[in-house]
């Protein structure tokens, strides 16, 4: 079946019996595209700038309750700064309700509420994992990178960068997978994933110590693409322990054992 909106494979069926790409019909990248051009380049008035201002000002916005005990009342600095902290993300609650993300992602407490450390995705930096470094980012910039581990039209990309300097150099950033097309990941994708881990181990098979010319993924490609491009999970490798630790007849990841398992 195929969306009946921008032609891609459908997985969603909805309840009016048409099929979608996405869970909803807002989601798909076609009617994104449709409703964009549709405000483009339209002015708003002042009246609607107006309102729009007094609703979402800190003492008039709908976050913090329009009716009830806070009807035609004013919300004092106090009792916004009350609501925010009553909504303040705990690491505990980060791994209750994104348990993806806390187990691909480094994590802890940072230095302040709601300020959370983190590895910068960049290998040479100092704040990265291969230099046991941190630094701190606040939540609304983690979420980002939360929802594409989370989402099911999310990818694997949007890595956490410590500066724009670190995104630019670091040769992964931006690397998306199509989870669209049936997980296709572009050769061009692939071969920037491979050369980088290939530096990063410096060509050294990370079992023997003999060059390296392949790259082994510890976790399988067919069963978990999320991890296809995330180099964390990725090993530079000779090609006898690429055989013998990962696709030898009788291993998890054997080219038979893959065969029989459905995604």
Avoid at 17 to 38: A, H, L, M
Avoid at 108 to 117: C, E, T, Y
Avoid at 171 to 192: A, F, G, V, W
Avoid at 222 to 237: G, H, I, S, V
Wanted: proline fraction near 3%; hydrophobic fraction near 25%; glycine fraction near 6%.
């Amino acid at each position: 079946m195929y969306c009946i909106y921008c032609g891609k494979r459908a997985n969603y069926k909805f309840k009016n019996g048409k099929w979608c790409c996405s869970k909803s019909k807002n989601s798909c990248p076609e009617i994104k595209r449709k409703i964009i051009n549709s405000i483009k380049g339209k002015k708003r008035s002042k009246d609607f700038k107006k309102r729009m201002s007094i609703l979402m000002s800190g003492e008039n916005n709908h976050m913090f309750g329009s009716g009830g005990y806070w009807k035609g009342k004013k919300r004092s600095p106090e009792d916004i700064k009350k609501f925010k902290q009553s909504h303040l993300i705990t690491i505990k609650e980060i791994k209750k309700r994104y348990p993806f993300f806390y187990k691909v992602e480094d994590i802890k407490a940072g230095s302040q509420k709601n300020l959370f450390k983190v590895r910068c995705k960049n290998t040479k930096c100092k704040n990265s994992k291969e230099n046991n470094g941190w630094f701190e980012l606040p939540y609304h910039k983690i979420y980002e990178r939360i929802r594409q581990l989370e989402k099911e039209y999310g990818n694997e990309a949007n890595f956490l960068y410590c500066s724009d300097e670190c995104k630019e150099e670091c040769s992964l950033y931006n690397l998306r997978i199509n989870l669209s097309e049936n997980n296709n990941i572009s050769e061009t994708d692939y071969q920037t994933f491979r050369k980088f881990v290939l530096e990063r181990d410096d060509h050294v098979c990370q079992f023997c110590g003999k060059l390296a010319i392949d790259v082994h993924h510890e976790r399988p490609q067919k069963l978990e693409p999320f991890f296809a491009l995330d180099p964390d999970f990725a090993w530079a490798c000779c090609k006898e322990c690429h055989y013998k630790k990962g696709h030898a007849a009788g291993t998890e990841c054997s080219t038979g054992s893959l065969a029989n398992k459905l995604c």
